[in-house]
């Protein structure tokens, strides 16, 4: 369990998850408007029942609710409500039920009052790093990486809804496929849908699907992906591409998991779970207008934001090196002083910027390396340096890669010269002559 969201703790992903071992999630009932907007009731006995009488479990004082509204049934990952015959009805999403699955993110509406289901908060504490520096297919030592790998080691395992946030290149596809392969239903579809490459008047039968004759073309009935991720996942990257008018529909999805193919008269059941991605910030869209305010707080409950390379450079040099790795090149391959070249870079691309770059230096040689110009940070640095020596300025260089890779191996490897020796692979004298020759006093064991 983790820290709570001082913005909005309903909706920060690290709440979650868990008892996540167990791939249960201990749930809360937020009020969000009406008499008692502010409270919340955590949900830990299997039933309580709503209403404005002194004898039940979560009293609500709004005058439009009957004295005894509404039941919910407590399970671990979702709970049913159940309308008690009040006067003013109970409804979701502007549609009135005699029972419904409310599963986390879920807003319903009894008289005039909106509850909402979310992940229990849990008490602030330090949230434990990973001691993994991948997961799936991400790659990185970093704190801000060991921290998206505690919370991905949690909540991939359940079947809970997840949204990726992050800037263009920063791995969102990525982080989606290893939330599959961690799942239970790793033995699925992963079915991929880019909502940006999919010209707007196919979206709707590219997710839902169609039936034979429902608009010219229509020539067979087809699946859509929901369907096709039946016992599997489906990915919408870039879900804040959605026009608005096939929003309700995702959302029902959602909250149901029931699809109807264009041209069709009968709902589908599926079983599948959705995890999406945007670099869009969807909280602006929905001040905008552009984007549902319900269908962001479903997609919300569980977060993922995948960090820039700016906000974690210590990763540059194990990045270069798996990327080397994956085209079956040797570390030795790119040169310090390109290394250090590659570190001290901003990469407004990201991960996938740097991999480019890295690709073409190894296909073309290293003379063929762009010009990049360093961090802000680092300009005043790189720009005296060019009034030196070409020989002192590259030492100068070489220096500031060696002194961040050294610390940066030191932290990973907790102090442990051995360890640290290993990873590096180099002598371990050596590396204690680096060590000296920085200033750098190692905190660990021999």
């Known amino acids: 369990m983790a820290p709570s969201n001082e913005e909005d703790p309903a909706l920060d992903p690290t709440l979650t998850l868990s008892r996540a071992r167990q791939g249960r999630v201990r749930l809360k009932l937020m009020v969000l408007s009406g008499p008692e907007s502010g409270q919340s009731h955590a949900l830990t006995r299997p039933e309580y029942v709503l209403g404005k009488a002194p004898t039940c479990d979560i009293v609500l004082t709004d005058k439009t609710i009957s004295r005894e509204h509404l039941k919910l049934t407590v399970h671990d990952e979702h709970v049913v409500a159940t309308d008690m015959g009040s006067r003013n009805g109970s409804s979701c999403d502007g549609r009135r039920f005699t029972e419904l699955e409310l599963h986390p993110g879920t807003v319903i509406t009894l008289g005039t009052t909106e509850l909402k289901l979310v992940p229990e908060e849990s008490a602030k504490r330090t949230l434990l790093l990973s001691n993994r520096d991948r997961f799936g297919a991400l790659v990185g030592n970093s704190r801000r990486m060991r921290e998206v790998f505690t919370l991905l080691e949690r909540l991939s395992p359940g079947g809970a809804d997840v949204l990726i946030q992050g800037e263009t290149g920063t791995g969102k596809d990525l982080c989606a496929e290893a939330i599959h392969q961690a799942s239970r239903r790793a033995s699925g579809p992963f079915v991929i849908v880019d909502l940006a490459g999919v010209a707007p008047s196919l979206i709707e039968s590219e997710l839902f699907g169609h039936v034979k004759g429902a608009f010219t073309n229509a020539q067979s009935d087809r699946a859509g992906a929901f369907e096709r991720a039946h016992n599997g996942t489906v990915f919408l990257d870039e879900v804040g591409e959605l026009p608005l008018e096939l929003q309700p529909r995702l959302l029902r999805v959602l909250e149901r998991r029931q699809v109807k193919r264009v041209g069709a008269n009968d709902y589908v059941t599926v079983n599948m779970r959705v995890v999406t991605a945007?670099?869009?910030?969807?909280?602006?869209?929905?001040?905008?207008?552009?984007?549902?305010?319900?269908?962001?707080?479903?997609?919300?409950?569980?977060?993922?934001?995948?960090?820039?390379?700016?906000?974690?450079?210590?990763?540059?040099?194990?990045?270069?090196?798996?990327?080397?790795?994956?085209?079956?090149?040797?570390?030795?391959?790119?040169?310090?002083?390109?290394?250090?070249?590659l570190t001290q870079y901003p990469w407004p691309g990201n991960v996938r910027e740097l991999r480019n770059v890295v690709e073409q230096v190894v296909n073309l040689g290293e003379e063929a390396l762009p010009e990049l110009e360093p961090a802000d940070s680092e300009r005043g640095h790189s720009a005296a340096d060019l009034d030196l020596p070409f020989k002192e300025a590259k030492e100068r260089l070489v220096e500031g890669f060696e002194r961040d890779y050294l610390r940066n191996l030191l932290e990973r490897c907790e102090g442990n010269i051995s360890r640290a020796s290993r990873e590096a692979d180099i002598d371990r004298v050596y590396l204690r002559k680096l060590l000296k020759k920085h200033g750098i006093e190692p905190s660990g064991g021999a």
């Open 278 to 341: 945007t670099h869009r910030d969807l909280e602006d869209a929905v001040r905008q207008g552009k984007f549902r305010r319900d269908l962001y707080h479903r997609l919300a409950v569980l977060r993922v934001t995948m960090p820039s390379l700016r906000e974690r450079p210590e990763d540059i040099p194990l990045l270069i090196d798996t990327m080397l790795e994956q085209t079956g090149r040797p570390p030795s391959t790119l040169s310090d002083q390109t290394r250090a070249l």
